[in-house]
């Protein structure tokens, strides 16, 4: 799969959304989306070494936790000598040791999803000198974008742990890659309601500002889901069969996260785009049956040219 270019506008971006639709005045919930079980004073404890992260960014329902699960599973089996291991000293909560102790049990499994009670998952990539190459951090989608108070956003902060993960120390910026999921199908539809489309989109918006722009970070946009019909069918789980229609309905949706950054005296882009499906599921939720390594493995291409 190759990155695309595209024409946009440059500098810090501000919300300049070509749709007006009226903002629906009820904040928006959904049956469909956990709401998460994590107090709301539980702090991450970042860990102080310099290896580069990978944050999953999306809201309630993107896809992060089956991303995370896809990415790290491609690892585990692709024999490239990576160890895969759930950091436990993220959260001190009971919940969270057992969910480190199940994701390390699930990633070596090919068809069982991720519980959807996750919320945070740190997952560790080790090289096979014991070094850490990079972090994996699963948040919980109310930390990008609260659905319930989604009147409020993008104006709530983000929390005090994704400034800890951008910045080592005062003096010491940290690599970071930022997979901002395209959310367009899960429940409420973004595709369908272009006023929370919107608020999500500067949300991501204020994310590029405050965390890439300035920074030694990138981002990837990725399109997840292109599965679903709603897609076109121009994706099933072996692959993508037209790149570029997926890219333009992407850009059709999210015209203003496909950003440029001034370089001397040119625009460049500054993100790289990948559609995604992490696999295929039943009505009922029971289990899933999961795509083919063609889409962890050109993530995992593009996160470490990244690097
Ligand atoms: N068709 C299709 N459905 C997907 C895909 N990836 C995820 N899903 C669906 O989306 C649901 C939510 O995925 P999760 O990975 O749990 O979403 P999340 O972003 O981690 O959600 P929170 O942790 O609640 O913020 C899954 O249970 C699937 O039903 C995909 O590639 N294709
Ligand atoms: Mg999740």
Avoid at 103 to 122: G, H, Q, R, S
Avoid at 151 to 157: A, D, K, R, S
Wanted: glycine share 4%.
């Amino acid at each position: 799969m190759e990155n695309l270019n595209t024409e946009n506008s440059v500098g810090t971006f501000n919300f300049v959304g070509g749709e007006t639709a009226a903002l629906d005045e009820k904040p928006v919930a959904s049956n469909d989306v956990k709401r998460t079980s994590t107090s709301p004073n539980v702090q991450p404890q970042i860990p102080s070494d310099s290896a580069p992260f990978v944050v999953l960014c999306g809201p309630p329902a993107s896809g992060k936790s089956m991303v995370l699960k896809s990415l790290a599973s491609y690892l585990y089996k692709s024999g490239l000598g990576y160890t895969i291991s759930a950091n436990t000293t993220l959260l001190n909560t009971e919940k969270y040791q057992v969910d480190c102790r199940d994701f390390e049990e699930i990633i070596a499994k090919t068809d069982e999803k991720m519980p959807n009670t996750v919320d945070y998952l740190l997952a560790d990539i080790i090289d096979g000198r014991g070094n850490v190459v990079a972090h994996f951090l699963e948040a919980p989608g109310e930390d990008f974008f609260n659905l319930t108070k989604s009147l409020q956003e993008p104006n709530i902060p983000f929390k005090n742990y994704l400034d800890k993960i951008a910045q080592i120390t005062p003096n010491k910026q940290r690599k970071v890659v930022y997979i901002i999921l395209l959310d367009l199908d899960s429940t409420p539809s973004f595709r369908n309601n272009p006023a929370l489309r919107m608020k999500y989109e500067q949300k991501m918006i204020n994310l590029y500002n405050r965390y890439v722009l300035h920074h030694p970070s990138k981002v990837i946009l990725l399109y997840n889901k292109v599965d679903l019909p709603q897609n076109g069918l121009w994706a099933n789980t072996s692959g993508v069969s037209n790149l570029s229609a997926i890219f333009a309905n992407a850009k059709e949706f999210y015209p203003n996260l496909f950003f440029k950054k001034r370089f001397l005296f040119w625009d460049i882009e500054n993100y790289t785009f990948l559609p995604f499906c992490t696999g295929t599921y039943p009505d009922d939720g029971s289990s899933y049956t999961a795509s083919g390594p063609v889409y962890p493995a050109s993530l995992w291409e593009k996160i470490v040219k990244l690097w």
